[in-house]
């Protein structure tokens, strides 16, 4: 059990270490999350949340973690916004790395290994479930997190619903500067 102890002991020390360009990562593919997509899975996922009686928050993050939308849902808290935000940020800045798209996973991956609560211990990472990568096909292009359900779970099942809503528009959209035939 030595071997991923130092594994994980490396890459959290390379995450720390590394220059803050290797933070600021962009779409491969040069696909950006349109805002109107970004506002309608946050939405999306606070009415999913609000249905079951949860006040939440939702933000949606880019692939460099940079928040591109905001949401407090009605009546919720004040920490839902750090949560949310902390929660998809995990995801678009360490999901690539160690092959997760939800922060349930993460938070699972971190429990397993007896070095995971190291990463931990980098800025705004989190390892609470309620975050789900959007993706255009192999590729993480933002993160939509969810705060303040009773349980991570129903945060993750609401941000779920979120990007569900909008997963074919992002599949089917073209990169950005590029033209379809005929225009």
Known sequence: ???????????????LVAPRTVGSQVALSGYSLPLALASEAATEAIRACEMQGYAVSASVVDPSGVVKLQAKGDHSTIHTRDTSFRKAYTVVTLGPIFKFETSGRFAELVVKNPSGQALTSIPDII??????????????????????APGGDKDEACAE???ARIRSRVMSALPAGAKRAGD
Not at 1 to 15: E, G, H, K
Not at 128 to 142: F, Q, S, T
Request: hydrophobic share 60%.
């Open 1 to 15: 059990m030595r071997a991923p102890s130092l594994y994980v002991t490396f890459l959290v020390t390379a995450v």
């Open 127 to 148: 390892a609470l479930p309620g975050a789900v990568a959007i993706k255009r096909h192999d590729e993480i292009v933002a993160a939509l997190g969810v705060g303040g």
């Open 161 to 163: 619903a979120g990007v």
